[in-house]
């Protein structure tokens, strides 16, 4: 009983004129069978009546071949037109669907700029940008710091190695005065032995030499 007075829809609406539609098609297709049908016995009359010469039996007959011919062609053109309203009506149905697609979209990009605050979403996005510059400077000093901590002992090595080069271009003749540095000590001879081989003026004179005051 509740389906009686429910409210049918469009879809309700454009299903019963289909069905309709389908209906009307099928009796057209019965209805010009029927006349095919009798156009074959008018026909076969016609030819009856020609062999026993009764001329005015066929033109009789003739007239009303010529009849049905023209309501079989009828029932052509209805069946065209038919099916062309089955057409117009999907197409409606199509559109009515698109254009209803159209206004729940619409709604809903209604309800969305509603709720959304351009200001505030400015304000969120630059606060974003603040915070990901201050994260991103954080990170760099802590790297940086990182850095002096993990590359103080490679730094120190380099500088010993850069001091051992220059003790080795001036032949390592001072390593008696710096018989305390380890790095020296390993590389050159011992002090009593570069004190007993090279004097204090051979030494200042290879100094001068390399330009070492």
Known sequence: MASL????????????QNRELRCTQRAISRDRAALEKQEKQLELEIKKMAKIGNKEACRVLAKQLVHLRKQKTRTFAVSSKVTSMSTQTKVMNSQMKMAGAMSTTAKTMQTVNKKMDPQKT????????????????????????????????DDEEESQDIVNQ????IGIEISGKMAKAPSAARSLPSASTS??????EEIERQLKALGVD
């Open 5 to 16: 007075f429910k409210k049918k829809t469009v879809d309700d609406v454009i299903k019963e």
């Open 122 to 153: 400015l304000q969120t996005m630059q606060n974003f940008q603040k915070e990901n510059m201050k994260m991103e400077m954080t990170e760099e000093m802590i790297n940086d710091t990182l850095d002096d901590i993990f590359d103080g002992s």
């Open 195 to 200: 004190k007993a081989t090279i004097s204090d």
């Open 166 to 169: 220059v003790l080795d271009e």
